[in-house]
């Protein structure tokens, strides 16, 4: 006999055209939506019914159930927690009785099926309760509770509005601290501006559960993968019947982080230059632009999950969407047919399509998580991934697989029947999964590539000058020789006269000392002025170099030459450039993980496709790459600082550049002079390959970046 566990509260509720009764699981906190016919059943198994009888019972109601149909239901009842068998000495399992289709031996509790994979899941992730949380809310409520008003929900837009504001304002200074993020000797810091973040929206939720009436449960610490993370037992949040009230429970958090986020930003304006503003800023990227990346994800069974279930009014939406995924599934794959589905209607795709969406995004984003912790834990890591992969993967296909294989269909022929066609898939499987570490990936690598004038001059200023004339302007044509600007340096020029007199000094001294046969002072007085020869020389190269000229033909290029008259420059300042748009060329960048697949492609001279940022796309040949790996940045264009492909660090010269993370090849490739016109210096995009690793290489590659 079956029996509803006493600690299930069951309330009906109006979903559209549709009454929809909800089970609410007390002792375990869950709740489960079901339908009028489903609660039907639900109601006659109060333990003194048999299957039998409640089978009876629905006919006589009307409803067209089939025994199998109910016992399914049944099985999903215990498996979820809300019903238990009561066993009858010498009887044989009600469900059993009624269902043939099913198995005892699949249904008997185990150490594999239940107390293994708990015991890794307290692996994974643990909670531990600490407070009770309803006295903390009830607190928090009556201070400041009035957020959630329509007062303070119209405040609430003005700041984070304004702070909106002031952000997109000041985006590049943003940038930076954005990128300041990535500083390990500051991973401390944010991590203790994390957790103050993340107790700040657990509060959220209780303080907006409170004021609409809601029971809060406990407060705690759920670690998962070993990050603390907050949380607080709000589920009694279902029973209110306002859909807006819940929503706004389930957003508490994340409207309390942008307030905050906001306030930040604001603090971040006022405060001088410091740690403080560098923290303000920080703060403001971890509860504004994380929390809506995470938090807000409706993909993650986070606070965006939650709100759009709401609005579609489907509780439990990942449960109904993946069930329904997965009886698909059987059906398909080993010809199981499918339960009764509690679902109807547009909610029902909608249900599917959300969990094909969030089951493909939890794969790469759970799979990248793993295997980044396993990369920077080392051991430990790789420990959790195993653990991981084991819970996630390997114990929820073996329990498929032997349900299909416990699972006793009409079909007597073994042919026919659900075992054989397990049999071929596991075939077809462990048949292809060889080969994906064989077989080449049929997609391309990317390179990163910048576009830059070929054989261009860069006038640069070589000492401390005022620019007295410029002869040119921007896009003027040049020929060789053609005299660009002018600079003046008296001091230079001064020193420089000072200079050729000392060596005149020193000279006549030498033929001096030696007409009075003086000769060691001699030749120390000629070494004087060889040593005076050599300074006046540079001195002459530095005065020559205040006439700045054009090194080759082509035409004047930058912003502003005109108003280069008057001012003062120093050394190494860019003046202006000489160059062909003809004459342009397609820089390669190129890291180790790729030099292999590219020595391939130019070798054997294959074109790859070129994609700029901006849309422009052609087809080049690329060139054989040069012999030396560098850690010097290629191009300023290709920093991860200002929007780049490629990760840089400080130079340990401590001259204020940057090198990259990992040495680059570089590869030159001349473009076409239609080429040429169309597309500018400067821009960066990616050069298509041909991809030398396997299939499997590739996934790993993608999940660990």
Sequence with gaps: MIRMDSAVEFTSREIGSQTQVFAHHQSIGKFFQLGPEEYRIASLFDGTRTMSDVVAQLELDGMDWEPAEVAELVQRFVSCGIAHAMPVAGAASPTTAAAPKSSPQANKPNVFSQLLPKSLSMIISQRIPLLQGDRIAASLERRVGSIFSTNGICIWIL??????????????????????????????????????????????????????????????IMFFLFAPLAYVDVTDAWKLRSRWSRIQIALGGVYVELAFAAVAAWTWWFLPAGMAKHLAAQFFMISGPATLLVNANPLLRLDGYFVVGDLVEIPNLRMHGRNHCAAWIEKVLVNIPSPRPLLTGWRRTFATVHAVASVAFQIVWMSGLVIGISIWAKGLGIALAIVAAVLWCVFPLTKWVLKVWMYQSDQKRFFTSQRYRLVMLGFFVFSTLPSLSIVHSPMDRRVPVVVRFHDEQIARSATEAFVRKVHVTSGQRVSHGTLLIELDNPELKMKRDQKADDLQLAELRAIQLRRQHQLAMAASELETAESLRRQLDELNQQVRSLSIVAEREGFVI??????????????????????????????????????????????????????????????????????????????????????????????????????????????????????????????IGTLSITDNRTIASRLYDAMSR
Excluded: C, N
């Design 159 to 220: 700041l984070v509005a304004s702070g909106l504001m002031l952000v997109f304002g000041h985006h590049h200074e943003f940038a930076i601290e954005l990128r300041r993020m990535f500083d390990p000797g500051m991973w401390m810091v944010l991590f203790v501006i994390w957790v103050v973040s993340k107790v700040i929206h657990e509060l959220g939720h209780a303080v907006a559960a409170k004021y609409h009436g809601v029971r809060v449960g406990k407060i705690g």
């Design 558 to 683: 930058g912003l502003g030459v005109e108003q280069l008259q008057g001012r003062f420059v120093h050394p190494g300042d860019e003046l202006l450039r000489v160059a062909d748009p003809q004459e342009k060329e397609l820089l390669v960048s190129v890291g180790p993980s790729d030099v292999e697949a590219f020595g391939k492609v130019t070798a054997q001279k294959l074109p790859g496709a070129v994609r700029l940022r901006g849309g422009q796309s052609f087809q080049a040949t690329p060139m054989t790459l040069r012999p030396r790996a560098r850690t010097t940045l290629p191009h300023p264009a290709l920093a991860a600082t200002v929007g780049g492909p490629l990760p840089v660090e400080p130079s340990p010269d401590d001259d204020g550049q940057w090198r990259v993370v990992d040495p680059q090849m570089e590869s030159v490739t001349p473009l076409d002079p239609i080429t040429s016109l169309d597309i500018h210096a400067g821009q």
